[in-house]
């Protein structure tokens, strides 16, 4: 497990991550978000070393990250740094031996996952032809080299297109699914919510939220829409509901937390028919514009 807690980094006079504390559980893949500026980039700067904290611990496996832990974190940063001129094949080769593979494993490891990452057919061409997307398939191939015990992917899903898409969230879910800790960045809400276990959300150096994508939905007070075929002003004076906004064939209901909305719906039926009573849950996108909003 990768444990950041109160982690600190300024530039200059600017704190671009004040006290960010959050885990990255085994097993599970964690979903870092937040506006541009946010701090994600920096703070993973700061887990794989390439830049120093001002404050705070990081911990891998309860004890203080080390080089030599950092040696087997996979890391795809933001600056894309591969070497345009070489060959996909030898580059990826050139930095699986780096990492301590010798090169028959290197070989074999590599060319299963250029075929999973669609890329078999270009391993001999240089990175500078390939197209924006494929030279991003590459960079993934090389976060993934090796076996690496934890992965730290900023914005692995940006400039792929959705086939590309699904095999990479296939092959994080493998990674998660052998019990790597697996934390990416992104801006594709969508994405995140149908892929990750634990979301980490950012707003100008702070985490302003964090935990299951189900626990983030169902933070706020609950919320239901009843439909009755008429305004139903009268939803207001329902014991524990807070808020009403009344519609031309119902309401759309804010019940106090911990309200049973058993008392809401029986004062429905009480009045007449009533044709739909449904929990709204707010998807990963309502509750990232709620928790980053000025
Ligand atoms: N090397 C640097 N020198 C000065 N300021 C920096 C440096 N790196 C980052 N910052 C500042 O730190 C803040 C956080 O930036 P960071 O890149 O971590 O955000 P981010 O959440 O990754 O954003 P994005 O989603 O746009 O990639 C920003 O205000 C940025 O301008």
């Known amino acids: 497990m990768l444990e950041l807690e109160e982690l600190v980094r300024d530039f200059g006079s600017h704190r671009a991550v004040s006290q960010v504390s959050f885990r990255v559980s ?6 870092f978000v937040g ?30 990250v080390t080089a030599a832990d950092r040696r087997n974190f996979g890391y795809m940063p933001e600056e894309r740094g591969l070497y345009p001129k ?3 094949l030898s580059q990826l080769l050139y930095l699986a031996r780096l990492r301590g593979q010798s ?8 060319l299963e996952l250029l075929e999973r990452l669609g890329l078999a057919e270009k391993s001999q061409s240089r990175l500078e032809s390939l197209s924006l ?18 992965l730290v992917l ?9 086939h590309a898409v699904d095999t990479m969230a296939e092959l994080l879910r493998e990674y998660a699914d052998a019990g790597i800790p697996v934390l990416f960045s ?9 892929l990750c276990d634990d979301l980490v959300i950012m707003a100008t150096g702070c985490v302003v939220a964090k935990g299951t994508a189900d626990e983030l939905r169902h933070r706020d007070k609950p919320r239901y829409q009843l439909v009755t075929g008429a305004p139903a002003h009268w939803a207001r004076t329902v014991p524990g509901v807070t808020d009403a906004e009344v519609l031309p064939d119902g309401a759309r209901v804010e019940l106090a937390a ?8 029986a004062e429905a039926l009480r009045r007449g028919a009533v044709y739909a009573f449904t929990p709204l849950v707010p998807s990963i996108a309502d509750v990232y514009r709620e928790m980053t909003s000025a």
Not at 44 to 49: S, T
Not at 154 to 162: I, K, V
Not at 258 to 265: C, I, S, Y
């Open 103 to 110: 090169t028959a494993d290197a070989r074999r490891h590599l």
């Open 35 to 64: 506006s541009n500026g946010a701090g994600k980039t920096t703070t993973m700067r700061m887990i794989m070393g390439v830049l120093a904290a001002h404050g705070g611990d990081i911990r891998w496996e309860g004890a203080p």
């Open 86 to 88: 070489q060959t996909v």
């Open 186 to 194: 992104s801006h594709q809400l969508d994405l995140v919510e149908r």
């Open 258 to 265: 911990d309200t049973d909305p058993g008392a809401l719906l």
């Open 26 to 31: 085994g097993g599970r893949l964690t979903g």
């Open 154 to 162: 900023d914005e692995p899903f940006s400039g792929l297109d959705p």
């Open 133 to 150: 997307g494929n030279q991003q398939r590459v960079q993934i191939a090389a976060a993934l080299l090796g076996s690496p015990e934890l």
